[in-house]
């Protein structure tokens, strides 16, 4: 089946300026995953949606960072007032999240990302 | 707090040769899980393997392997006969599962593996 996707695949911005990254779930997985990539480094985590709980937003690193989930659809991630430091690679992951004998299990898939510029 | 240690930034191998990627992990969740993901030149993350902490056995896929120490906190990975298609970024990961740093993936800063004919 389909994997996740994002759009657009580019993003080149001028400082200040907002922008909107969009990723759209493996179908049927219940959770989904922001995380940032900045050159040659690890991936952070942002925020997470399981589905209609209140979203783990402990990642996002200003107020300037917002994301939207519907549903388990469609996962909107949203910088206001782009700066050059938010440059880099974001990336959305989505999981099947199950819970066993009180533990989880829940490996990401993990979509082509969104390289963003920001001039 | 959870940490994810990757001390070798680049590996440079002849192919066919082995080589083993090493990660380090700190943690005070009693249950959680560990990862490998393949990143490569196309950027787009590929999983790998996920092991939970009570599972200790190594487990072996073809050409990789993986070797799971508690006692160290060592998740390392061994890819035997290296290919240049094994040239990647490898991204070694922990979560927490419900009760800990919850199902987040804290990630290592990586290991560039170049392998070269």
Do not use: M
Request: proline content about 3%.
């Amino acid at each position: 089946g389909a994997g996740v996707s994002q759009s657009p695949s580019n993003k080149v911005t001028e400082k200040g300026k907002d922008v909107e990254l969009r990723c759209d779930p493996i179908s049927g997985h219940t959770a989904l995953y922001w995380y940032r990539q900045r050159l040659g480094q690890g991936l952070e985590f942002l925020i997470y949606f399981q589905g209609n709980s209140a979203p783990d937003k402990s990642g996002l690193p200003s107020d300037r960072f917002s994301a939207e989930r519907t549903g388990e659809s469609v996962s909107t991630l949203t910088i206001q007032r782009t700066q050059q430091e938010d440059s880099a690679v974001y990336l959305c992951a989505s999981s099947l999240f199950s819970t066993s004998g009180g533990t989880s299990t829940d490996t990401q898939y993990f979509g082509p990302g969104t390289r963003l510029t920001v001039l | 707090a959870q940490k994810v240690t990757q001390a070798q930034t680049e590996i440079s191998v002849v192919e066919k040769e082995d080589v083993t990627l090493d990660c380090v992990y700190e943690t005070r969740d009693t249950t959680y899980y560990l990862f490998w993901y393949k990143q490569p030149p196309s950027g787009e993350l590929v999983f790998l393997i996920r092991r939970n902490s009570f599972d200790e056995q190594n487990e072996i896929s073809g050409r990789y392997s993986w070797n799971f120490q508690k006692s160290t906190s060592s998740f390392n990975f061994t890819i035997t006969a290296s290919q240049v298609v094994d040239s990647a970024v490898y991204f070694c990961a922990l979560s927490g599962g419900v009760t800990g740093g919850g199902n987040k993936l804290t990630f290592g800063t990586g290991t560039q593996l170049k392998v070269e004919l």
